[in-house]
């Protein structure tokens, strides 16, 4: 069982920068894909970014590359997503999420849709103001 918790959301202006972090309980982290998500009011949850365990393939969605960097340290079990010049389009609730393992073989990979995913956040509200 893994639990994450999401924090470092908040109200920016338009231009100004949040830094979220995920930290996970458990020993499966470290040995998987992690996946960053939002949802805007009346919207479905689309995805932002991911990385792979190793951290050495990572994907973002169109409307945030050279804007938002995903990254992880799998020694203290955290996961982060650094946003840059933020937008109002951005505001959201940021949610972060990770696989369990599948057997004795781990793939360094990545997903980036969200029923690939085994635990979720609770989700951190991100607001831009403009």
């Known amino acids: 069982q893994v639990q994450l918790v999401e924090s470092g959301g908040g109200l920016v202006q338009a231009g100004g920068s949040l830094r979220l972090s995920c930290a996970a309980s458990?020993?499966?982290?470290?040995?998987?894909?992690m996946g960053w998500f939002r949802q805007a009011p009346g919207k479905e949850r689309e995805f932002v970014a991911a990385i792979s365990w190793s951290g050495g393939i990572i994907h973002y969605r169109d409307s945030v590359k050279g804007r938002f960097t995903i990254s992880r340290e799998n020694a203290k079990n955290t996961g982060y997503l650094q946003m840059n010049s933020l937008k109002p389009e951005d505001t959201a609730v940021y949610y972060c999420a990770t696989r369990g393992l599948r057997g004795a073989i781990v793939i360094d990979t990545l997903y980036i849709r969200d029923r690939e995913y085994d635990y979720w956040g609770q989700g951190t509200q991100v607001t831009v103001s403009s």
């Open positions: 458990g020993r499966t982290f470290s040995s998987s894909a």
